[in-house]
């Protein structure tokens, strides 16, 4: 099993930045992808970004240029830096570690909420 603990959401002005945290059980060396997902009210959860062990990183069209994913796997921890944020960024941000490719099994996060707001 792999238990993940996000942090570092809550409320920020339109333009700011936060950035998120997702520490993960184990070693990081382990997982094969991580990644950021979330949820805005009445929407289905949506991918945000992911990162593969040997480090590639693929994002949501709605978030290329302003949000970056990283890894420190000294810290086994996965972080979602978030520049110029909008309104249309406030969600649940919940946390993905795909440990398991055969058979998939993937561990979340319990969810961190984010709120663009004036």
């Known amino acids: 099993q792999v238990q993940l603990v996000e942090s570092g959401g809550g409320l920020v002005q339109p333009g700011g930045s936060l950035r998120l945290s997702c520490e993960v059980s184990?070693?990081?060396?382990?997982?094969?992808?991580s990644g950021w997902y979330r949820q805005a009210p009445g929407k289905q959860r949506e991918l945000v970004a992911t990162?593969?062990?040997?480090?590639?990183?693929d994002y949501a069209d709605s978030v290329k240029g302003r949000f970056t994913i990283s890894r420190d796997n000294a810290r086994d921890t996965v972080y979602l830096q978030m520049n110029s944020l909008k309104p249309e960024d406030t969600a649940v941000y919940y946390c993905?570690?795909?440990?398991?490719?055969?058979?998939?099994?993937?561990?979340w996060g319990q969810g961190t909420l984010v709120t663009v707001s004036s």
């Open positions: 184990r070693s990081i060396f382990s997982i094969y992808v």
């Open positions: 993905n570690a795909r440990y398991s490719n055969y058979p998939r099994k993937d561990a």
């Open positions: 990162i593969t062990s040997g480090g590639v990183t």
